[in-house]
């Protein structure tokens, strides 16, 4: 099937190292987001979330940042590995599951 | 745990042809649907969403129409397919509407319309 991400921003990073992605959004009354992880081919897997009440979240090998003053968030990933090799996108609400809103996402490339 | 099954995975239709795609959740009750379409290089648009049997929220107005039939299935659905009706749908579900449900997604369907 077609690639959903054909045209996307991409991050490449050496296996090991770790990968910082980016997400700038827009609504100032967003108070819940989440990081997603799409392989070719197949529907978006949850990675980790965060609360507008937070700065930061960590979970396995990965860590979310939250700055409400910019409007800014980040996906860090420790020692990235080939596996982690994917489209990674953000998704913002300002309330209910029904209204988040999902930026068009990074592609992050892992090479050996 | 929770699974969501979405049928069939990929698809080729003729233009004017029906189209039925099926979704299923399986280990939770009265979960919330959804409907998505994904296009290349694009974020995800909300096509669909429901909060119950029988209730269905239209987010964009299209070509497409959705049932939910009993609890836990979702389908969407067209009488004649269009050109631009081509793109990977994604079926997704979550346990409320309140801030902090997660929507979890199923694999998708590959959707390509000649």
């Known amino acids: 099937g077609e690639s959903v991400g054909l045209h996307l921003p991409t991050l490449s990073v050496q296996e090991g190292d770790n990968s910082i992605i980016n997400c700038a959004y827009s609504?100032?009354?967003?108070?819940?987001f989440i990081w997603y992880k799409q392989e070719s081919g197949k529907g978006p897997q949850f990675i980790i979330d965060?609360?507008?009440?937070?700065d930061k979240r960590q979970g396995q090998r990965v860590t979310v940042l939250l700055n409400k003053t910019v409007k800014h968030l980040s996906l860090q990933i420790a020692a990235t590995q080939p596996g982690d090799s994917a489209v990674y996108f953000c998704?913002?609400?300002?309330?209910?599951?029904?209204?988040?809103?999902f930026g068009t996402g990074t592609r992050l490339q892992v090479t050996l | 745990s929770q699974t969501i099954h979405q049928w069939p995975a990929t698809l080729v239709q003729p233009v004017g042809s029906p189209l039925s795609l099926e979704c299923t959740v399986e280990?939770?009750?009265?979960?919330?649907l959804y409907w998505y379409r994904q296009a290349a290089g694009r974020g995800l648009q909300l096509l669909f969403y429901?909060?119950?049997?029988?209730?269905i929220s239209s987010e964009v107005p299209q070509n497409l129409s959705a049932s939910r039939p009993q609890d836990r299935q979702f389908i969407l659905s067209s009488k004649k397919l269009l050109l631009s009706d081509s793109g990977f749908y994604l079926c997704?579900?979550?346990?409320?509407?309140?801030?902090?449900?997660?929507?979890?997604f199923g694999e998708g369907s590959w959707l390509t319309v000649v």
């Open positions: 997704a579900w979550s346990v409320g509407t309140r801030v902090g449900n997660t929507i979890y």
């Open positions: 609504n100032s009354a967003s108070d819940y």
């Open positions: 998704a913002e609400t300002p309330g209910t599951a029904s209204k988040l809103t």
């Open positions: 965060i609360r507008s009440n937070m």
């Open positions: 429901s909060v119950g049997i029988g209730q």
């Open positions: 280990g939770t009750s009265n979960p919330n």
